[in-house]
């Protein structure tokens, strides 16, 4: 019979489940984390777990905290079991599971709980998951969206703040008030430079009310840049029957997530950080070139197998990855067109890290689906498939596979797949996305015409002629066929 995952199982866990190698009760918070999703507890908070276990570092544990609605059902679930995660690794050579410990608090889902949360010196690091749409980039200009109606809100309620920028710069600007040292504010998002992008916004929004204050972020709060990586799939009933039946513990919000895990972090921490090089994650004085890798490589390659799946009726990854059209589709892609726009990385090998990715995707013991690599095109493609685009044409590259992909996403967004099946929306935007795809198959600038999703590219007409090319292909030639001209 399974046990209820809480800290007074944590002595009988099943012999095999591994528990936290330290007494929890040593162990005092440094870092606030905002956003506690899957892939938060699968990644750092694994790092930070087999940190603790090997006795460094019990003053960095997790506060974790939310900032939507939403949030309350996860704070919820893991209060009941005491902040503990049951984590599943799933090896194909034998699923693992352990149940990790360095999360010890979550604030209440409330503006002026996580603020005061951060107020305390205690608080050395506030990081952030808070997913690649949520950074208030505008699409156009690469910039700050200070339009957004949150972000207008918080401007004029700076006391009151709806978004978590607006509750770290009240939280920091009662530091500054103390006499207390800021925090480093930390992303540990799928964004291009990251840090970069968490500056521009906590400092774009400290402008729009407080043009002094705003100067002061800029100049005492560290942002480093960070590349975070580890297939982290959803949990559903299926995950939590895994763990329950396999592992003998009932947890309600078990993570699963692949064996792989990789950090790279600009070392640029002014209040300290937990000795996290001790544990596998590398500090390096450039993150750029490695997370450019990660970036392109793997969410480029995800983007790249969605669509073509989703067209062709592939419901789980692993599945698409045994179809050789995706396979040979994914590697001409990205050998011919991506890996092109990557500097080199001294000691790193792009062509084994592609092999490696692909691995990766192949995995079927993740059970990763194709829907959820599909999900929230509008916001994925800009941030993983648009800039590629952009560095191939100004380097006077081919883009014909790069417009393909954008060609597939158009064809997805249409609402039917190769066999005339409905494909339910998967886009806050889906409704005019389609509105959009479907007027493209008589005029494919209908498409690149949505300026919040593609900018000025849709204007350039290397990638334009390319697009309209391959769109017509897909509906003429069918998916099957596209893909394998494209590869031979």
């Not at 009933?237 to 947890?251: H, K, Q, S, Y």
Request: glycine share 8%; with cysteine; net charge negative.
């Amino acid at each position: 019979m399974a046990i209820d995952l809480n800290a007074a199982a944590l002595g009988r866990l099943p012999d095999a489940v591994k528990g936290p190698g330290y007494d929890r009760n040593a162990l005092s918070a440094g870092i606030v984390h905002i956003g506690v999703g899957n892939f938060h507890r699968a990644h750092m908070a694994v790092y930070l777990d087999r940190l603790f276990a090997t006795g460094e570092s019990h003053d960095w544990g997790i506060c974790g905290a939310g900032v939507r609605p939403g949030d309350a059902k996860m704070r919820d679930a893991l209060q009941k079991q005491d902040w503990l995660t049951t984590v599943v690794e799933l090896d194909p050579a034998g699923l693992s599971a352990s149940v990790t410990g360095a999360m010890i608090d979550f604030t209440e889902i409330d503006s002026a709980a996580l603020v005061e949360r951060m107020n305390d010196p205690a608080i050395r690091i506030v990081s952030l998951t808070v997913t690649e749409g949520g950074w208030f980039v505008d699409a156009r200009s690469g910039g700050f969206d200070e339009n957004h109606p949150d972000i207008r809100h918080d401007a004029t309620n700076p006391d009151s703040p709806k978004t978590a920028f607006g509750m770290i710069l009240a939280a920091l600007k009662q530091r500054r008030a103390a006499g207390n040292a800021p925090f480093t504010v930390m992303s540990c998002d799928n964004l291009p430079e990251n840090g970069h992008v968490a500056k521009q916004t906590v400092v774009g929004l400290a402008k729009l009310s407080d043009a002094d204050f705003a100067g002061w972020v800029a100049s005492n709060v560290a942002f480093p840049n960070t590349m975070v990586d580890c297939i982290t799939p959803a949990t559903s009933d299926r995950e939590r029957a895994l763990v329950r039946d396999r592992f003998g513990v009932t947890d309600a919000a078990p993570v699963v997530c692949e064996p792989f895990r990789q950090w790279v972090l600009e070392d640029n921490f002014p209040q300290g950080r937990p000795a996290l090089e001790k544990v596998g994650a590398e500090f390096v004085e450039d993150v750029a070139p490695y997370e450019l890798m990660k970036l392109r490589i793997l969410n480029g390659g995800h983007a790249a197998i969605a669509y073509p799946s989703a067209l062709l009726g592939h419901h789980f990854v692993h599945d698409a990855m045994a179809d050789p059209r995706i396979v040979a589709w994914l590697a001409a892609l990205e050998t011919r067109e991506i890996i092109p726009t990557l500097a080199p990385i001294e000691g790193v090998d792009f062509e084994a890290y592609r092999r490696k990715v692909a691995e990766r995707f192949a995995n079927p013991e993740i059970g990763d689906t194709i829907p959820r690599l599909c999900y929230d095109g509008s916001n994925r493609q800009p941030k993983f498939v648009l800039p590629v685009i952009r560095d191939a044409l100004d380097a006077g590259s081919n883009v014909d596979g790069l417009a393909l992909e954008v060609a597939l996403w158009c064809r997805y967004c249409a609402g039917t797949d190769e066999e005339g099946n409905a494909i339910a929306p998967n886009d806050d935007n889906a409704e005019d996305l389609k509105r959009r795809a479907l007027a493209a198959k008589d005029d494919p600038a209908a498409f690149l015409s949505n300026e919040t999703v593609f900018g000025d590219l849709g204007e350039r007409p290397a990638f334009a002629d390319a697009f309209a090319r391959q769109l017509r292909a897909l509906w003429s030639d069918g998916v099957a066929a596209t893909l394998d001209r494209y590869a031979k």
